[in-house]
């Protein structure tokens, strides 16, 4: 199982933005999940990503981690993100640099390579 909730549950004041959802989905499985404005499409990535906690009782499991109360540096580190819904967020990237964006947690590269401009093969997988 690749990802897995459990009665995930998550409240804003009186407004239950999910109640209970359980959901599945397992390796080399493609699943999508629709509905209109305000049915919590956004809410349960926000959950599962770690961006929300979810509310007590609820469980999120991401390639064999408990990530339930994860903080979300952690879970893309399990190598789960997600992105936003802003268009134009890196507008003046190429669409390759755009995908290249997120893999920022997975480039072997130290704080000190950063600030000198070194730059490391991106396939390299060495610890620095």
Do not use: C, W
């Not at 897995?4 to 804003?12: G, P, W």
């Not at 390796?27 to 209109?36: H, L, Q, S």
């Not at 009782?57 to 993100?81: C, M, N, Q, R, V």
Request: no cysteine; glycine share 10%; hydrophobic share 35%.
């Amino acid at each position: 199982m690749i990802l897995k909730t459990k009665q995930l549950t998550k409240s804003f004041g009186g407004l239950k933005a999910m109640d209970k959802v359980d959901f599945e989905l397992k390796k080399n499985e493609i699943r999508g999940i629709i509905g209109p404005n305000g049915s919590g499409k956004s809410t349960f990535f926000n959950l599962v990503s770690g961006i929300y906690d979810s509310d007590p009782g609820s469980y999120i499991e991401f390639d064999g981690h408990d990530i339930t109360f994860t903080p979300p540096y952690k879970i893309a580190g399990y190598g789960l993100s997600r992105t936003f819904q802003l268009l134009r967020l890196y507008q003046d990237m190429t669409v390759i640099d755009n995908v290249m964006a997120g893999y920022h947690t997975k480039v072997p590269y130290s704080f000190i390579d950063a600030v000198v401009g070194r730059k490391k093969n991106l396939g390299s997988r060495e610890s620095h």
